[in-house]
């Protein structure tokens, strides 16, 4: 008997050290990221986390149940499309700076939704993992396929492709960079505002100040945009310059001009969307036609196009964000044929808070 009463006195500590053991890595594993969120196939325009299914980053164990995090809209919402990223990609670096510099200059809770594919995603997970042990902060972070979410907004891409892409099996052919256009179909519901940012970007500022552009917004604005610094519209549109030779569209916005917009940093009025007859209107296929034909606008550059168009035919739906919160540094236009003029559109006076390597362009390391 005190045998048996030894074997069984051992194997309750060791039932109780397993438990402790168990009970610090759940509680551990939520404290950091809610990692791999992969959005299922449904029906509904309005896809929300409890539509999606979880996983822990510290283990990868699917959750068989589907919970919508507490108090999500007290956090910011911020979105990144990261796809077709191999591991040895010059990608996977510039995304590493972005992702420290807004976690490291951040002073607000911030949710993270990544727009990937399988192969990134893990890419993804890892630099993301990596920046919050070095910056010791910590962000909520979902994944969404990009597959499933390009087929759930096949009505808006099937739209657009036809006039804002280049050449088939080329960079912005594919259906990841019409997305943005659909983001409030995408986003959970209880999202109210966001925004969307390109990977190849770098804070300078806290992104909580340019949270505080939504209050600037007017009335019936639904995106916020900074303004194109090169002179690629003037470019686009010169079939419509040369038959309105004192039109403002194509000319610099320093110079009283509409450059158009560039999308490498949008923002959305998320709840205004999701109730826009207007903007249900614009992006159907009869209203976009007429626009691009009214125009004379054949694009290349996706949703960025779009919002350069819309801003020409309805103004007020876009709110004009300053340009240090999009400081583009592609050259590329200077250099092919645009040199006499290319310092007209690439001035910004304003202090940089966001740089934006565009056109491969490396990012100062300031």
């Known amino acids: ?34 990692s791999s969120l992969q959005m299922r196939n449904t029906s509904s325009p309005n896809l929300t986390s409890a539509s999606a299914t979880a996983a822990y980053s510290t283990n990868y164990l699917p959750s068989t149940a589907n919970t919508l995090l507490p108090n999500q809209t007290n956090y910011y919402n911020i979105w990144c499309i990261f796809s077709k990223v191999a591991s040895n990609s010059p990608m996977r670096r510039k995304f590493q700076i972005f992702v420290d510099s807004l976690l490291s200059l951040a002073s607000v809770d911030i949710i993270f939704h990544v727009i990937s594919d399988n192969d990134s995603h893990d890419i993804a997970e890892i630099i993301i993992k990596n920046v919050m042990i070095n910056t010791g902060k910590f962000m909520k972070v979902f994944y969404y396929d990009v ?87 003037r470019h686009v549109l ?40 207007i903007y249900n209107k614009i992006i159907n296929k009869d209203s976009v036609d007429a626009m691009t034909k009214k125009y004379h606008f054949k694009g290349h550059l996706g949703d ?15 709110h004009m964000v300053d340009c240090g919160w999009n400081r583009q540094l592609c050259t590329w236009w200077r250099d092919r044929g645009y040199a006499d003029v290319f310092a007209n559109y690439s001035e910004c006076n304003s202090e940089t808070k966001l740089w934006h390597g565009n056109c491969n362009t490396p990012i100062p390391d300031d």
């Open 238 to 277: 010169y079939l419509y310059r040369n038959k309105h030779p004192k039109t403002i569209f194509g000319e610099p916005w320093h110079k009283g001009g509409y450059p158009g917009y560039n999308s490498g940093m949008v923002l959305f009025n998320l709840e205004r969307l999701r109730k826009s007859h």
């Open 304 to 318: 960025q196009d779009f919002y350069t168009l819309l801003g020409m035919e309805r103004p007020e739906l876009i």
């Open 1 to 34: 008997m005190p045998l048996l009463r030894k074997v069984l006195l051992r194997l309750m500590i060791l039932a109780l050290l397993l438990l402790a053991l168990y009970c610090y890595q759940i509680s551990d594993g939520r404290r950091g990221i809610i």
């Open 147 to 233: 597959h499933k979410l390009a087929v759930q907004l096949e009505d808006i891409v099937s739209v657009m492709s036809p006039h804002f892409s280049s050449k088939p099996g080329t960079y912005y052919s594919d259906a990841l960079f019409f997305i943005s256009l659909g983001l409030h179909r995408i986003a959970p519901s209880h999202q109210r505002f966001a925004m969307m940012f390109d990977a190849d970007t770098k804070f300078r500022r806290d992104v909580k100040d340019l949270f505080e552009e939504f209050n600037n917004f007017g009335k019936e604005a639904l995106f916020g945009l900074a303004p194109e610094l090169t002179p690629v519209y």
